[in-house]
């Protein structure tokens, strides 16, 4: 695409940055909306944030996005959150205003959200739910969970401090529907309607690991990852191989962008543009 005077710009504040499809995936999405944007890349750990940020709030930008280990910490530079951003003490979307005033929101817990009910046909409300993992985008997953209506969410973690924490923020600012687990057990699981994967085990230099021992797992649920590189993590092999349904976070991915582009513009993202230029950056391995 051409870059002038009036493009509008956007940019992820995270490091590593390098498995990232996020670039890719939203300039695919504004060339198909026809909309003068840019999206780029800025690694950045928490150390110059605030620098960043206040220097974004005075350039030609519509807004920002963010993901680790800078979600928590871009709270102290917005202005204004989202009711759902404050309740989830976490922001991976920034809108800019004309007057440079920053409003903070989060659309990972949307993505989720949308994927599981509509691609996965979990009607959340009254259902209970098993959680691995409580960072970033497992406290997005929970929190959204207990906001649509969750009986019940299990989490755990391999930092049991992590997951309490979350636990109490749900119990707090959602409803009391939180506890902490020390570990997934089959007996835990059993009574769950949906397991999630939201630890990162399985992509990355732990392709081929599953954070749930084989045992444990239970036919006739629902399993999803967070991850979709690989589309097949283990943890989603070996609940397919027990015959159980599985998703993973592809959709996620997709309708938390849908969701970003719509706050910087105000209008329908194409998602099926979208999701087409995800498929083709898997499949390009």
């Known amino acids: ?13 995270g490091t590593p940055l390098s498995q990232s499809f996020a670039a890719r995936m939203q300039n695919a999405g504004y060339a198909a909306a026809g909309l003068n944007m840019l999206y780029f890349y800025t690694e950045t750990d928490n150390e110059h944030l605030g620098d960043i940020v206040n220097g974004l709030r005075w350039m030609n930008f519509a807004g920002f996005a963010v993901t680790k280990p800078n979600k928590v910490k871009v709270l102290e530079y917005l202005d204004e959150l989202d009711p759902l951003c404050a309740k989830m003490g976490s922001c991976n979307t920034v809108v800019r205003s004309e007057d440079g005033k920053l409003k903070g929101y989060n659309t990972d817990g949307v993505g989720f959200y949308t994927s599981i009910t509509t691609e ?13 993992g409580s960072g970033g985008a497992g406290r997005a997953i929970c929190s959204v969970l207990a906001y649509h209506g969750a009986e019940s969410i299990m989490i755990t973690d391999i930092f049991p401090e ?10 707090t600012n959602f409803a009391p529907v939180a506890t902490f687990e ?34 444990a797992i239970v ?16 943890f989603l092999l070996d609940a397919e191989a027990k015959g159980c349904k599985i998703l993973n976070g592809l959709g996620m991915s997709l309708y938390q962008g849908t969701a970003q582009i719509e706050l910087w513009t105000g209008k329908e993202a194409p998602a099926e543009a979208m999701r087409a230029e995800l498929q083709t950056i898997i499949a390009e391995g």
């Open 1 to 13: 695409m051409s870059v002038d005077i009036n493009t509008k710009m956007i940019t992820l504040l």
């Open 120 to 132: 996965g046909g979990v009607d959340v409300k009254g259902k209970r739910f098993f959680c691995i």
């Open 162 to 171: 992590s997951a309490q924490s979350l636990v109490d923020d749900i119990n």
């Open 182 to 215: 020390k570990e997934a057990t089959y007996q835990l699981l059993e009574q769950c309607d949906v397991i999630i994967n939201a630890s990162g085990v399985g992509m990355g230099k732990s392709i081929g690991k599953n954070p749930l021992p084989q045992e």
């Open 219 to 234: 036919p006739g649920k629902l399993y999803f990852d967070a991850c979709y590189n690989p589309a097949k993590t283990q």
